[in-house]
């Protein structure tokens, strides 16, 4: 996922986390390093 869509319903889980706004750069970030 590559944000340039973000979507409308439903969750996104990534590594067993749920994203959210407010945890959304975290997430990434720790993802890329």
Same mark, same amino acid.
């Not at 749920?18 to 970030?29: E, F, G, P, S, V």
């Given at each position: 996922? +590559?944000?340039? #869509? #973000?979507? !409308? =319903? @439903?969750?996104?889980?990534?590594d @067993?986390? %749920?994203?959210?706004?407010? +945890? %959304? !750069?975290?997430?990434?970030? #720790?993802?890329? =390093?």
């Amino acid at each position: 996922m +590559n944000f340039l #869509e #973000e979507p !409308t =319903s @439903g969750q996104v889980y990534i590594d @067993g986390q %749920k994203l959210t706004h407010a +945890n %959304k !750069t975290k997430i990434i970030r #720790e993802s890329i =390093s």
